[in-house]
């Protein structure tokens, strides 16, 4: 057995922390001295690159680099093939990217690694989480939990600064938005109220820039940017751009295509104009967050900006706007997430290795909440399958719901339980986790049964239905929700991630 590490894997860097010999974490350097190592893959002949290497070939070899694949992760429909042939999906490049950073940790470290707590966004739903777990599986690794990236960034707050009091995380990553209200006390995190989009980060201002440059070259020049080397050219440029307004008023863009050599200057004042519309979209999710909790803003302590896009200047001054205090510029937006990662590491750490011990007094409890509702399909009045909610979002675990329904026609026989995860009450928008078919007495219609949902601390969904007529359980069952690929495909994946070299 080795040692137990934190990973924070993102959609556009990743990195690796460990409690060190302080008692507290820290984030250790990859083989080319980094803290942080692009989330990205190159797929040649020689082997495989990930990180700086693999991000720096996007412009010569667009096709053969991988990048934002978090985005994809729990999707089965995605596939990347290498020039060799080989059908990659999105789990099995989460893996490469892992392989890359624990080899480069073991290095550092000096020893081996086996055990690790990733992290997610708390907006993911259970089939990304799940995928997220089998990306680490499929890396040989052992995963011993799965945390969400906000309430990672607080740990490390309230541990590191022995800090008790209400946080409001405010999380914009490379390619997801969370936004957590949680309570820290003595060792104990209490998850108010959560909320995010696990389709709004970085990559999106990014885009916003792309967008602009593409339609002002093509009005200069008549030229349009549409090839595979000329996207990857923008979003190399934008991502410089953006970079480079996080700390100055304006910044030149050079681009050179078809024969022209142009020069544009995207002023920050453009820029948060092109982007105002995103940030809008986060600032609304804040809101929702501090309304739905019933929170005032004096009760909110400490503001904390995580994530490398909180580095723009005009979110910091929407927040302090929003919440009336200045958010604490103490917290590192790219490592605070994996230092909390590896706190908990060290409480849950399965490994026989000896720990470190944490430099704290005391205990690390988790009080997590669902974010999503879960539910039942059910038919309405009017005769349409709709989705019922249970569980809603938010509801602290482990909790225990239950909900009255009613059979549909006289002498009924069975009940069909589809239980599904999603808030909007159209199915069309949510997805279904589990079914199950239950004999039932016959019956006048509209005899009354009773769904009973317990979810545990683990996620586990417990299902039990009473016939209210005869007071009796119909039957049980549980949802130990599995990811997108069965147990022979994790196998095989696993035995190919082994096999390839990763620079």
Same mark, same amino acid.
Request: proline share 4%; glycine share 8%.
């Given at each position: 057995m080795g040692r137990t590490v934190g990973i924070d894997l993102g959609t556009t860097y990743s990195a690796v922390s460990v409690i060190g010999e302080t008692g507290l974490p820290e984030v250790l350097r990859n083989a080319e001295g980094q803290a942080i190592t692009p989330s990205a893959v190159f797929f040649d002949s020689d082997g495989v690159l990930v990180g700086q290497q693999a991000k720096s070939q996007r412009i010569i070899n667009p096709e053969d680099v991988v990048e934002f694949v978090k985005r994809y992760i729990g999707d089965p429909s995605w596939a990347y093939y290498a020039p060799s042939g080989e059908r990659y999906t999105p789990e099995s490049i989460s893996a490469l990217i892992l392989k890359k950073l624990v080899e480069d940790a073991q290095l550092a470290l000096g020893e081996p690694i086996s055990n690790v707590v990733i992290t997610v966004p708390a907006y993911f739903n259970d089939a990304q989480r799940m995928a997220t777990r089998q990306a680490g599986e499929i890396a040989g690794l052992q995963v011993d939990s799965i945390i969400n990236e906000p309430t990672a960034a607080a740990i490390s707050y309230a541990v590191e600064r022995n800090f008790n009091g209400t946080l409001l995380v405010y999380d914009l990553g490379g390619g997801t938005f969370d936004v957590t209200l949680l309570e820290s006390k003595s060792g104990d995190f209490n998850i108010v109220h959560t909320a995010g989009d696990r389709n709004l980060g970085g990559f999106d201002f990014d885009n916003a820039i792309i967008n602009w440059i593409r339609e002002s070259f093509a009005e200069w020049t008549g030229v349009s940017l549409?090839?595979?080397?000329?996207?990857?050219?923008? $979003?190399?440029?934008?991502?410089?751009?953006?970079?480079?307004?996080? /700390?100055?008023?304006?910044?030149?863009? *050079?681009?050179? =295509? &078809? &024969?022209?050599?142009?020069? *544009?200057?995207?002023?920050?004042?453009? *820029?948060?104009?092109?982007?105002?519309?995103?940030?809008? $979209?986060?600032?609304?999710?804040?809101?929702?967050?501090?309304?739905?909790? &019933?929170?005032?803003? /004096?009760?909110?302590?400490?503001?904390?900006?995580?994530?490398? /896009? %909180? $580095?723009?200047?005009?979110? =910091?001054?929407?927040?302090? $706007?929003? %919440?009336?205090?200045?958010?604490?510029?103490?917290?590192?937006?790219d490592e605070a997430v994996a230092r909390g990662a590896a706190i908990v590491a060290n409480v849950r750490s399965s490994s026989s290795t000896e720990l470190v011990p944490l430099k704290t007094s005391n205990e690390i409890v988790i009080n997590d909440v669902v974010s999503h509702g879960l539910g039942v399909v059910v038919v309405n009045s009017r005769g349409i399958q709709e989705n019922s909610v249970i569980i809603p979002a938010n509801t602290t675990i482990p909790s225990q719901v239950g909900r009255e329904y009613y059979t549909s026609v006289d002498n009924q026989t069975s009940i069909e339980v589809s239980v599904t995860e999603g808030d909007e009450a159209d199915l069309r928008y949510v997805k279904v986790i589990g079914d199950s078919t239950l004999k039932i007495p016959p019956h006048p219609r509209s005899s009354p049964v009773k769904v009973i949902f317990s979810c545990d601390i683990d996620g586990i969904l417990h299902i039990e239905v009473i016939d209210l007529v005869d007071d009796k359980s119909l039957g049980e069952f549980e949802i130990d929700r599995q990811g997108v690929m069965n147990v022979s495909d994790v196998k095989l994946m696993r035995s190919s991630v082994t096999k390839t070299t990763v620079f």
């Amino acid at each position: 057995m080795g040692r137990t590490v934190g990973i924070d894997l993102g959609t556009t860097y990743s990195a690796v922390s460990v409690i060190g010999e302080t008692g507290l974490p820290e984030v250790l350097r990859n083989a080319e001295g980094q803290a942080i190592t692009p989330s990205a893959v190159f797929f040649d002949s020689d082997g495989v690159l990930v990180g700086q290497q693999a991000k720096s070939q996007r412009i010569i070899n667009p096709e053969d680099v991988v990048e934002f694949v978090k985005r994809y992760i729990g999707d089965p429909s995605w596939a990347y093939y290498a020039p060799s042939g080989e059908r990659y999906t999105p789990e099995s490049i989460s893996a490469l990217i892992l392989k890359k950073l624990v080899e480069d940790a073991q290095l550092a470290l000096g020893e081996p690694i086996s055990n690790v707590v990733i992290t997610v966004p708390a907006y993911f739903n259970d089939a990304q989480r799940m995928a997220t777990r089998q990306a680490g599986e499929i890396a040989g690794l052992q995963v011993d939990s799965i945390i969400n990236e906000p309430t990672a960034a607080a740990i490390s707050y309230a541990v590191e600064r022995n800090f008790n009091g209400t946080l409001l995380v405010y999380d914009l990553g490379g390619g997801t938005f969370d936004v957590t209200l949680l309570e820290s006390k003595s060792g104990d995190f209490n998850i108010v109220h959560t909320a995010g989009d696990r389709n709004l980060g970085g990559f999106d201002f990014d885009n916003a820039i792309i967008n602009w440059i593409r339609e002002s070259f093509a009005e200069w020049t008549g030229v349009s940017l549409d090839s595979d080397q000329d996207e990857a050219m923008l $979003r190399e440029r934008a991502e410089q751009a953006k970079h480079r307004l996080s /700390s100055s008023e304006s910044a030149p863009i *050079f681009i050179s =295509a &078809g &024969g022209h050599n142009e020069k *544009f200057l995207l002023t920050r004042e453009k *820029f948060e104009s092109l982007t105002a519309g995103l940030l809008s $979209r986060t600032e609304m999710l804040v809101e929702e967050v501090i309304d739905e909790a &019933g929170v005032s803003l /004096s009760g909110i302590d400490r503001v904390l900006l995580v994530g490398g /896009s %909180t $580095r723009m200047p005009m979110v =910091a001054k929407m927040m302090e $706007r929003l %919440t009336g205090q200045v958010a604490d510029s103490t917290v590192h937006p790219d490592e605070a997430v994996a230092r909390g990662a590896a706190i908990v590491a060290n409480v849950r750490s399965s490994s026989s290795t000896e720990l470190v011990p944490l430099k704290t007094s005391n205990e690390i409890v988790i009080n997590d909440v669902v974010s999503h509702g879960l539910g039942v399909v059910v038919v309405n009045s009017r005769g349409i399958q709709e989705n019922s909610v249970i569980i809603p979002a938010n509801t602290t675990i482990p909790s225990q719901v239950g909900r009255e329904y009613y059979t549909s026609v006289d002498n009924q026989t069975s009940i069909e339980v589809s239980v599904t995860e999603g808030d909007e009450a159209d199915l069309r928008y949510v997805k279904v986790i589990g079914d199950s078919t239950l004999k039932i007495p016959p019956h006048p219609r509209s005899s009354p049964v009773k769904v009973i949902f317990s979810c545990d601390i683990d996620g586990i969904l417990h299902i039990e239905v009473i016939d209210l007529v005869d007071d009796k359980s119909l039957g049980e069952f549980e949802i130990d929700r599995q990811g997108v690929m069965n147990v022979s495909d994790v196998k095989l994946m696993r035995s190919s991630v082994t096999k390839t070299t990763v620079f």
